[in-house]
C-alpha cells in the first residue's frame, strides 16, 4: 500500500510562513510528479504547485513569488515554503503524487489527507 501523509499545517499572521510537507510511504517503486492542492468549502479543489520528477515546477498565478515547491527524492518528500501568507490562502492543503507502485506497471493519483492552513490575526 501507498500513502501520504503531511505535516506543516496551523494558524499563521498575515505576513507569516509555514512549510508543509508530505512524506510518500509504501510499495513504491517510483515517484513522478508531486505537489500540493488546495480546498476551501463549497469549492473545487485547486492546483497550487506541482514538481515533475525532472524538477519543473508550476505554480498558480495567486502564489508565484510567494510560495515554493520543492522536493527530496532520497526521502519520497515534497515540500511548500509559503511566504508572505494572507487570508486568501486559507484553506485545506492537500498533497498530491503520481506513483507507480511495486508489481505494477501503471502510475495512480494518490492523495494525502489535507493539513490544515489558516492565516489570521
Known amino acids: 500500500q501507498v500513502q501520504l501523509v503531511e505535516s506543516g499545517g496551523g494558524l499563521v499572521q498575515p505576513g507569516g510562513s509555514l512549510r508543509l510537507s508530505c512524506a510518500a510511504s509504501?510499495?513504491?517503486?517510483?515517484?513522478?510528479?508531486m505537489g500540493w492542492y488546495r480546498q476551501t468549502p463549497g469549492k473545487q479543489r485547486d492546483l497550487v504547485a506541482t514538481?515533475?520528477?525532472?524538477?519543473?515546477?508550476n505554480y498558480r498565478d495567486s502564489v508565484k513569488g510567494r510560495f515554493t515547491v520543492s522536493r527530496d527524492d532520497a526521502k519520497n518528500t515534497v515540500y511548500l515554503q509559503m511566504n508572505n501568507l494572507g487570508p486568501e490562502d486559507t484553506a485545506l492543503y492537500y498533497c498530491?503524487?503520481?506513483?507507480?507502485?511495486?508489481?505494477?506497471?501503471?502510475?495512480?493519483?494518490?492523495w494525502g489527507q489535507g493539513t490544515q492552513v489558516t492565516v489570521s490575526s
Open positions: 514538481i515533475t520528477s525532472g524538477g519543473s515546477t
Open positions: 509504501g510499495s513504491i517503486f517510483s515517484i513522478y510528479a
Open positions: 498530491y503524487s503520481e506513483i507507480t507502485p511495486t508489481r505494477s506497471r501503471t502510475k495512480y493519483a494518490y
